[in-house]
T-cell receptor, first 114, second 112 residues
């Protein structure tokens, strides 16, 4: 069935360093890949997304890359700041009927040490 | 724009009881999806409502049911609660045909 694997489960970096989170999806028909940030006590917040016809997308300190052949996609955060500390989720979606059901990874807890 | 709002924020129920959770979508959105997030895990898709009908369903038993009203707001109902139903229940709204889904803050359900 549909599955998204996410690594690592926890990641600790020094402030200013880069952080990379990787995901692999199983359904080759998936065509939309969002990343969400979830802070304690809050719902997931969409931070960046990429579609299957694009290989890379950047938004300030955040970038996402997609390798459709390998069914891999990654989140890159540069110049990390303490406020980047949160749980990050990747997701994959395939929508033949415009419904875009999201299949989530298990999450990465990112800790940015001051 | 208030975004996606869910009520209540916290709820404690006894095993065997029934519960109703509510969601108001972001202004302009017509589709509501419900997710269950167990502690330390990623959200799992329960079902999605569009035009007042269930459009897709995840791998959840019939104890989980929903409804969407003409104003696009939605309810999630869970019957015969089990201890394992304890989780954060998230509502996400979107505009059909578009990809971005916006989540509410969730309802924390505890079954005792």
């Amino acid at each position: 069935g549909e599955n998204v694997e996410q690594h690592p489960s926890t990641l600790s970096v020094q402030e200013g360093d880069s952080a990379v989170i990787k995901c692999t999806y199983s359904d080759s028909a998936s065509n939309y890949f969002p990343w969400y940030k979830q802070e304690l006590g809050k719902g997931p917040q969409l931070i960046i997304d990429i579609r299957s016809n694009v290989g890379e997308k950047k938004d300030q300190r955040i970038a996402v890359t997609l390798n459709k052949t390998a069914k891999h996609f990654s989140l890159h955060i540069t110049e990390t700041q303490p406020e980047d500390s949160a749980v990050y989720f990747c997701a994959a979606s395939y929508s033949p009927d415009s419904s875009y059901k999201l299949i989530f990874g298990s999450g990465t807890r990112l800790l940015v040490r001051p | 724009d208030a975004g996606v709002t869910q009520s209540p924020t916290h709820l404690i129920k006894t095993r065997g009881q029934q519960v109703t959770l509510r969601c108001s979508p972001k202004s302009g959105h017509d589709t509501v999806s419900w997710y269950q997030q167990a502690l330390g895990q990623g959200p799992q898709f329960i079902f999605q409502y569009y035009e007042e009908e269930e459009r897709q369903r995840g791998n959840f038993p019939d104890r989980f049911s929903g409804h969407q009203y003409p104003n696009y707001s939605s309810e999630l109902n869970v019957n015969a609660l089990l201890l394992g139903d304890s989780a954060l229940y998230l509502c996400a709204s979107s505009l059909t045909g578009t990809t971005e889904a916006f989540f509410g803050q969730g309802t924390r359900l505890t079954v005792v």
